[in-house]
């Protein structure tokens, strides 16, 4: 499977738990390490292979705009205006369709920093089938994680299919903010704001939701203990 060319990168939320880190600043443009998270994301896409990034803007857009026009680097970015209305992840991928072709595309978020000690983007790809899968999500071990604190997202047989935790006590892999679809997987949603977890599950009971495990440590910085915690082990 050819890499993916394009990404989207959802950058418009609020960044509430990120407060007050985020009182003059989108979460988006939060330090770790020295570098904003979502040029953490960005470099991690151009080394992987992608060409063109959109992102959708919404808290602080102006600033995070011209954070992107002086970047100095690559990828090439466009961007999906959500000023008048945040659309949530699966609103977001669809509000941007028109800017994202037909071939399939990477979805980042823009909270997650994570050292690499193989090839998380590469493995993805080279698991990645249109014609078995709607997704392919990376994930983490829940256990090791940091800034992670929930009982795990999903169950992973040996296909590499996946199965969310439902009544379980715990599962042992989360969703680290990665993914490659469709660029219309979301066009199936409603109007407005809409998460993808709803479609998720829909492809998981069919069969068609799959996952890969990072070979590494995933960082979550959803809030400023989070941010402290990824510095000091990207420090170590």
Known sequence: MTAPKTAMVLAAGLGTRMRPLTGDRPKALVEVGGRALIDHVLDRLKDAGVERVVVNVHWFADRLEAHLRARGRGPEIAISDERAELLETGGGL????????????????IDSVWIDRGDALGDLVRLWDPERMDAALLLARREGSIGFEGDGDFFLADDGRLTFRGDAASAPYAYMGVHITRPDYADQGP???????????????????????LQGDWMHVGDPQARDEAEARLTA
């Open 94 to 109: 669809k509000k941007a369709r028109a800017l994202l072709g037909d071939d399939p595309v990477f979805v980042a978020n």
């Open 191 to 213: 109007d407005g704001p809409f998460s993808l977890s709803p479609l998720w599950r829909k492809s998981a009971a069919d069969g068609r939701l799959f996952g890969w495990v």
